[in-house]
């Protein structure tokens, strides 16, 4: 702890405010800043250090001085990584992100809330976005059926979700709820829905969170409204706010949200100090509840600014006149203009041509030596599963790796989570609906994998490294065999469908031995699983999906990092639907029983829900040597840096647009457009100043840079995007042949 207050300062006598580029060094002198401070705090003994970076703390431990912020969950890993590293571990401090932090004082102080908010005194549980999406719709059922929650050409669940992010856009920006119908009815002036839907979801919403809190269950918007509006206030919490941190770091406040300020505001009041960095062209978040110009505010509590001028990659040589190129490119376009030899543009007439052409160039630099493969980035305003897979393969080819930055697909899209799913379909009764013969014929070939040990030694194998783990699974059942048993040897049935003995097909004996082995390990096993069920033996439909990945999956052999992540992500996906089952079946019990339960949670998964990415965040050990792939916001939010850049589709108009990366009415929640309307000027003003940002970000990241333009979209139509005067001007490197 911090023994003298004083020896740090006054606020107004320390605390920074350090304003630059991307890759100016903004976050190395937040370091050491850290590395100052630090020396006025008792070491931590090194037994309990990681520990405390992790944020837990034991009984009679000395809490950390230090309070250490980051935008996002992979920076804040790696910005604790750096500290620890320049300061040899030594001293303690607490890391998180912003929203981390709301949570972790929301959930600490509970009983605080739960006293002044009269509520009932039960543990929080957090809801994830795709089961709060659930419980949400159940709950507005008849306004959705009615049509009372409707807007044209929008899906229900769409609606729902839509309704939901103005609760969390409110709370971030520190607007009341009550206020959220005011802003809808101002910000749109009966543009995109009328007075009643904005009326309808103000009412919704109220009554959302009302059910939320009496069950003890909190989303990301109610955690936000908790903390600015009830807890922060509260005299106690200030007291014990003040006492834990002494001092605040932050990285990239650009990237938080408003309420943010208010935490800040608070600290530096009660005589913290603190270190801030700025990006002027960050803002990778704006539109999903940060609020960059709030925070820019911030200066004016620190006494201390520097700016660190300098510019990285081709932001220093070209920046501003591709900004110029591509937002203001009516009146500026000087005849004869030629941008460097290290921008270039590959134009092809289709967009199968690009990603072929484009994947070529890549092959070529690499196997020429000119540059790494993980010193590459391709880059799309939205990288499709086409061009995911395009990629991919041409490079695998080669033998170049490709890894997917983020890549937050539905879990529905993974062979070998559609194969437990139908296994859970197969075991517990009243399933029958959720299975056919299709999904039987899958299951059989994800399920019927060769194990490694039925493979003949080598003579040359090397016994401190199995060689057997580095090759894929042969296929006991392969397509062709699964299709023939599914045809004969599955019987639909409502209740109790079932996978029938092999000789129930005429013709089993030419299957082969193999295969015939195998279907009858499952169906064996599913037997098995189907008797314990029935002798409630089987524990829950978590320890089913834990027995079958165990017995089928990991069992001596090899899955991808992609397929092992993907299936921690279904196990945490279940494991938190059915804590959340638990506590409503405890508070508002059914006879449902366990299959109506599955059966949302099957077709919660089959519907196309993105569930949250599994913990850790990253994975261990030495980044992949691959080419990354990654959409405009993946990449940003990651502040990664190539040598090369591959900006493909490079005259698409999406690189205007914020696309996903915007929640629906976010701009009307921004503090500075509070009650005024949005206007179509607004909008156009603001996908300018979200294209200057995006270009003069991504060139400071990369020193080599190639616009990937394909005359033809995938639907045919002609590109016609901001960046083409950008492409015109640059060095082109068609293909031959």
């Given at each position: 702890?911090?023994t003298?207050?004083?020896e740090?300062g006054?606020?107004a006598?320390?605390?920074?405010?350090?304003?630059?580029?991307?890759?100016?060094?903004?976050?190395?002198?937040l370091?050491?800043?850290?590395?100052l401070?630090?020396?006025t705090?008792?070491?931590?003994?090194?037994?309990?250090?990681?520990?405390?970076?992790?944020g837990?703390?034991?009984?009679?431990q000395?809490?950390p001085?230090?309070l250490?912020?980051?935008?996002?969950?992979?920076?804040?890993?790696e910005?604790?990584?750096?500290?620890?590293?320049a300061?040899?571990?030594?001293?303690?401090?607490?890391?998180?992100?912003?929203?981390?932090?709301?949570e972790?004082?929301?959930?600490?102080?509970?009983?605080l809330?739960v006293?002044?908010?009269?509520?009932?005194?039960?543990?929080?549980?957090?809801l994830?976005?795709?089961?709060?999406?659930?419980?949400?719709?159940?709950?507005?059922?008849?306004?959705?059926?009615?049509?009372?929650?409707?807007?044209t050409?929008?899906?229900?669940?769409?609606?729902?979700r839509?309704?939901?992010?103005l609760?969390?856009?409110?709370?971030?920006s520190?607007?009341?709820r009550?206020?959220i119908?005011s802003i809808?009815?101002?910000?749109f002036?009966?543009?995109g829905?009328s007075?009643?839907l904005w009326t309808?979801?103000g009412?919704?919403?109220?009554?959302w969170?009302?059910?939320?809190?009496?069950?003890g269950?909190?989303?990301?918007?109610?955690?936000?409204?908790?903390?600015?509006?009830d807890?922060?206030?509260?005299?106690?919490?200030?007291?014990?706010?003040?006492?834990?941190?002494?001092?605040?770091?932050?990285?990239?406040?650009?990237?938080?949200?408003?309420?943010?300020?208010?935490?800040?505001?608070?600290?530096l009041?009660?005589?913290?100090?603190?270190?801030?960095?700025?990006?002027?062209?960050?803002?990778?978040?704006?539109?999903?509840?940060?609020?960059?110009e709030?925070?820019?505010?911030?200066?004016?509590?620190?006494?201390?600014?520097?700016?660190?001028?300098?510019?990285?990659g081709?932001a220093?040589?070209?920046g501003?006149?591709?900004?110029?190129?591509a937002?203001?490119?009516?009146?500026?376009?000087?005849?004869?203009l030629?941008?460097?030899?290290?921008v270039?543009?590959?134009e092809?007439t289709s967009?199968?041509?690009?990603?072929?052409?484009?994947?070529?160039?890549?092959?070529?630099?690499v196997k020429?030596?000119?540059?790494?493969a993980?010193?590459?980035?391709?880059?799309?305003?939205?990288?499709?599963a086409?061009?995911?897979?395009?990629l991919?393969?041409?490079?695998?080819?080669?033998?170049?790796?490709?890894?997917?930055?983020?890549?937050?697909?539905?879990?529905?899209?993974?062979?070998?989570?559609?194969?437990?799913?139908?296994?859970?379909?197969?075991?517990?009764p009243?399933l029958?609906?959720?299975?056919?013969?299709d999904a039987?014929?899958?299951?059989?070939?994800i399920?019927?994998?060769?194990k490694?040990?039925?493979?003949?030694?080598?003579?040359?194998?090397?016994?401190?490294f199995?060689?057997?783990?580095?090759i894929?699974?042969?296929k006991?059942?392969?397509?062709v065999?699964?299709?023939?048993?599914?045809?004969?040897?599955?019987?639909?049935d409502?209740?109790?469908?079932q996978l029938?003995?092999?000789?129930?097909?005429p013709?089993?004996d030419?299957?082969?031995?193999?295969?015939?082995g195998a279907?009858?390990?499952?169906?064996?096993?599913?037997?098995?699983?189907?008797?314990?069920?029935?002798?409630?033996?089987?524990?829950?439909p978590?320890?089913?999906?834990?027995r079958?990945?165990?017995?089928?999956?990991?069992?001596?052999?090899?899955?991808?990092?992609?397929?092992?992540?993907a299936?921690?992500?279904?196990?945490?996906?279940?494991?938190?639907y059915?804590?959340?089952?638990?506590?409503?079946?405890?508070?508002?019990?059914?006879n449902?029983?366990?299959?109506?339960?599955?059966?949302?949670?099957i077709?919660?998964?089959?519907?196309g829900?993105v569930?949250?990415?599994p913990f850790?965040?990253?994975?261990?050990g030495p980044?992949?040597?691959a080419?990354?792939?990654?959409n405009?916001?993946?990449?940003?939010?990651s502040?990664?840096?190539?040598k090369?850049?591959?900006?493909?589709?490079?005259?698409?108009?999406?690189?205007?647009?914020?696309?996903?990366?915007t929640?629906?009415?976010?701009?009307?929640?921004?503090?500075?457009?509070?009650?005024r309307?949005?206007?179509?000027?607004?909008?156009?003003?603001?996908?300018?100043?979200?294209?200057r940002?995006?270009l003069?970000?991504?060139?400071?990241?990369?020193?080599?840079?190639?616009?990937?333009h394909s005359?033809?979209?995938v639907?045919?139509?002609?590109q016609?995007?901001?960046?083409?005067?950008l492409?015109?001007?640059?060095?082109s490197c068609?293909?031959?042949g």
């Amino acid at each position: 702890m911090v023994t003298n207050l004083h020896e740090l300062g006054t606020p107004a006598e320390n605390s920074i405010w350090i304003v630059g580029a991307a890759r100016s060094g903004k976050t190395a002198r937040l370091v050491e800043q850290f590395c100052l401070w630090s020396k006025t705090v008792k070491p931590l003994p090194a037994t309990v250090s990681d520990q405390w970076r992790s944020g837990r703390r034991r009984a009679g431990q000395t809490a950390p001085a230090i309070l250490v912020l980051a935008a996002n969950g992979d920076n804040r890993l790696e910005l604790a990584d750096r500290i620890a590293v320049a300061t040899q571990g030594k001293y303690a401090f607490h890391s998180t992100t912003p929203f981390g932090f709301f949570e972790q004082e929301v959930l600490l102080f509970w009983p605080l809330l739960v006293q002044s908010l009269n509520l009932r005194a039960q543990f929080p549980l957090r809801l994830q976005p795709e089961t709060e999406l659930e419980l949400a719709a159940r709950l507005w059922r008849r306004e959705l059926d009615e049509g009372i929650l409707q807007q044209t050409g929008v899906s229900p669940n769409r609606m729902v979700r839509r309704t939901l992010d103005l609760l969390q856009l409110a709370a971030v920006s520190g607007t009341p709820r009550e206020e959220i119908k005011s802003i809808l009815e101002q910000g749109f002036a009966g543009d995109g829905g009328s007075n009643s839907l904005w009326t309808s979801m103000g009412d919704l919403l109220e009554r959302w969170r009302e059910w939320c809190l009496m069950r003890g269950l909190l989303t990301y918007g109610i955690i936000c409204e908790l903390y600015w509006r009830d807890l922060l206030p509260n005299a106690t919490y200030q007291q014990q706010l003040a006492s834990r941190y002494q001092a605040v770091i932050a990285d990239d406040v650009d990237d938080y949200p408003a309420i943010s300020r208010h935490l800040f505001d608070r600290m530096l009041d009660s005589g913290a100090v603190g270190a801030f960095s700025y990006n002027r062209d960050g803002g990778v978040r704006l539109g999903l509840g940060a609020d960059t110009e709030y925070l820019a505010q911030l200066e004016s509590r620190c006494l201390v600014v520097e700016t660190l001028n300098a510019k990285a990659g081709l932001a220093s040589e070209i920046g501003d006149l591709a900004v110029n190129l591509a937002v203001n490119s009516d009146g500026f376009y000087p005849l004869g203009l030629s941008l460097p030899g290290s921008v270039r543009s590959l134009e092809t007439t289709s967009r199968a041509q690009l990603l072929r052409e484009t994947a070529e160039i890549i092959v070529d630099a690499v196997k020429s030596k000119a540059v790494e493969a993980q010193e590459i980035a391709v880059v799309a305003p939205g990288m499709d599963a086409i061009a995911r897979y395009t990629l991919t393969e041409i490079l695998a080819r080669d033998g170049i790796a490709a890894e997917s930055l983020n890549d937050q697909r539905p879990l529905s899209t993974t062979p070998e989570i559609r194969a437990l799913l139908t296994l859970l379909a197969l075991v517990y009764p009243g399933l029958g609906r959720l299975v056919d013969r299709d999904a039987v014929a899958e299951m059989l070939v994800i399920l019927g994998s060769q194990k490694h040990r039925e493979l003949p030694d080598t003579e040359d194998s090397n016994p401190t490294f199995n060689l057997k783990s580095q090759i894929p699974n042969l296929k006991s059942i392969d397509p062709v065999r699964a299709g023939l048993i599914a045809d004969h040897c599955f019987c639909p049935d409502l209740d109790r469908p079932q996978l029938l003995a092999i000789t129930a097909f005429p013709r089993w004996d030419r299957l082969g031995h193999r295969a015939a082995g195998a279907y009858e390990q499952i169906v064996e096993w599913i037997e098995q699983q189907r008797s314990q069920q029935q002798e409630r033996l089987l524990p829950s439909p978590i320890a089913l999906l834990d027995r079958a990945i165990q017995k089928f999956l990991v069992n001596d052999r090899y899955l991808p990092f992609d397929r092992l992540a993907a299936l921690r992500e279904l196990m945490e996906t279940a494991a938190h639907y059915w804590e959340i089952h638990g506590r409503m079946q405890r508070l508002e019990p059914t006879n449902g029983g366990d299959s109506e339960t599955i059966a949302r949670f099957i077709q919660l998964l089959r519907q196309g829900t993105v569930t949250a990415n599994p913990f850790p965040v990253r994975s261990e050990g030495p980044e992949a040597q691959a080419v990354t792939l990654a959409n405009i916001f993946q990449y940003r939010s990651s502040r990664r840096a190539h040598k090369w850049h591959f900006w493909l589709d490079a005259g698409s108009p999406l690189w205007l647009s914020g696309g996903a990366a915007t929640l629906f009415g976010a701009p009307l929640f921004v503090r500075s457009q509070l009650g005024r309307p949005w206007e179509t000027e607004d909008e156009t003003v603001a996908d300018q100043q979200r294209l200057r940002r995006i270009l003069v970000d991504l060139l400071s990241r990369c020193s080599m840079l190639y616009l990937c333009h394909s005359e033809l979209a995938v639907n045919g139509q002609e590109q016609t995007g901001p960046l083409l005067p950008l492409i015109n001007s640059s060095v082109s490197c068609q293909q031959s042949g």
